[in-house]
């Protein structure tokens, strides 16, 4: 059984940093633009580095990201099928994105090209912690002996049981993005209310809820997770933070209140996603019940 192939995925998969150091993990690297500057996100930046670019944001830096183009992608992945691997490739849910399109169109172009290698691109239909509870899903099934075509396959259908929240500060940052509309983002200008959103099932943001303050925004999101999560799912839980640490460490803490067996892997939001939830939001992703 051949389990000599590549996994990829973007910058956009916030994978906690000892996982993403990992030699076999490879990431296709998103730029982001502000002020002039461009920010090159690796999937393997410090802490440091992507603390900086929030204290940016909060000083009034409003940045923007950019696509991968179909072009790029074959520049990447052609050494290695030229070199007889088969890729498999996660992307950014296609609901927030263009870059999974860019990969089937690089995929459908270098398919036809090699026929000792192949190339699968999976849309994630998520983004952040989901993406890295289905990045850790494909190192694990590579080590227990999965080919390529049986790990894609496991992954397209796992995808569709992983639950991801968060809250935000407000949804300035969604709405200037695109990502949600001006009546939605009016709410986090109110009251101290925290928007709670979530990633739909087709990989789309929905504005769902509204809490007064941090704490009860964290709260709810830990009741949503009472309520949906499978507890006997031993996958591990991502809480992702844009650089909001304590918010970060209260959720960890009513986390284990609810399921003190829970095994929790920390990473902070990266700029792409930061880019557009903005400072402070804080985010959890699981796997529901079936």
Known sequence: MNNDY?????????????????????????PCESDGNIYNCTGTDSDEKIKQFYVDIRSGSLPKTTQITPFRYEEIFTPFLE??????CLCLSSGLSSTFESSKLAAEN??????????????SIGATGAMSILVERMLANRDRGLTAAENAADIEEF????????????????????????????IGSLLNLKPIIRITEDGRIESTDKCR??????????DKYK????????????????????MADFMEEELK??????????SRLSP?????????????SFVKKK
């Open 6 to 30: 590549v996994i990829f995925t973007d910058a956009s998969a916030d994978v906690m940093l000892d996982i993403s150091g990992n030699s076999d993990l490879h990431f296709i690297e998103m």
């Open 83 to 88: 070199d007889g691997k088969d890729i498999i």
């Open 110 to 123: 270098l398919n036809a090209k090699y026929e000792n290698a192949k190339l699968y691109t999976i849309d």
């Open 159 to 186: 995808k569709h049981h992983i639950y991801t929240t968060c809250y935000v500060e407000d949804l300035h940052h969604l709405k200037r993005g695109g990502r949600i509309g001006a009546a939605a983002a009016v």
């Open 213 to 222: 303050g941090a704490k009860k925004a964290v709260l709810y999101i830990v």
């Open 227 to 246: 309520e949906l999560a499978d507890m006997d799912d031993p996958t591990p839980i991502y809480v992702c933070d844009a650089d909001n640490q304590v």
């Open 257 to 266: 209140k609810v399921n003190p067996n829970v095994v929790v892997h920390r």
């Open 272 to 284: 792409i996603i930061g880019t557009h939830l903005g400072p402070e939001s804080t985010l959890i």
